[in-house]
């Protein structure tokens, strides 16, 4: 047996611990003209994460799925502790969509003992999550910098719920002369039209209920923009029919999809984002609205 990695079966793939491991994996399977895909996560997996390593699977040769909870894109009081943890349940699902490695790291292979380094972002990463989470970019870009240096792939795999990281993520791969291409996949969604994430989990019957006010929202976001309403009353129309579902708003949204700036026109393009809070949960969502004229 390979050191570093334990064996799946017939149904899961094998896990990698070790960075040097996958990294040397990697690599062969490149070498050998091998295309490899890559999905980082942290794990607690869904339709939504079995659809990128679908969308890998079927672009790649080889995909690589990372789970990792980082502890470093977690503020004080937030659901580091209680954020789900499946691996066995997670290997399951991946093996059902031919995952070759899993790669699941402790955390002191990913910040070794005495690690002073991170990356530190601006631009894009300064507003809505970087202003109400202060360091959780940071978090994202220091863990994602170091992933893409263990698992050497072509394509890395974002899911676009997660809009604002897949921005900042793109912008910390351009500054970076990083050689991966950012693939950022359809959002995924409920039958009521609910984003699915991990957090979901945390809602009781009557939250789960209240928060398809979010996905609400972003559909008369859409409607008001194509009909040609301007930016306020857009944002206004959003921050009302959240709080109609008795959700906390963080933030309601219409802003440049690049820079995550004031629009510079009213024509857009543009992309309506949204954060909400139901008890203990705190969830995100957003839409693209395309150039009007």
Known sequence: MTPGILPGDAATPGIISDPGTIRAAVVA???????????????ALHAGHASLAARAGNECDDVVVSIFVNPTQFGAGEDFDRYPRRLADDCRLLGEHGVRWVFAPEAR?????GDATRVVVDGPARRFEGRIRPGHFEGVATVVCRLFNAVPADVAYFGAKDWQQTVVVRRMVEDLGLPIWISVCPTIREPDGLAMSSRNAYLSAAERRQAVGLHESLELAEKLWTAGEPVDSIEGAMRAAIEAREIRVDYAAVVDPDSLAPLATSGGPAVALVAGRLGGTRLIDN?????RG
């Open 29 to 43: 399977a490149r070498a050998a003209g091998r295309s490899i895909g890559f999905v980082p996560t942290m794990g």
């Open 109 to 113: 292979m990913i910040y070794p003992p």
């Open 287 to 291: 839409r693209i609205l395309a150039a």
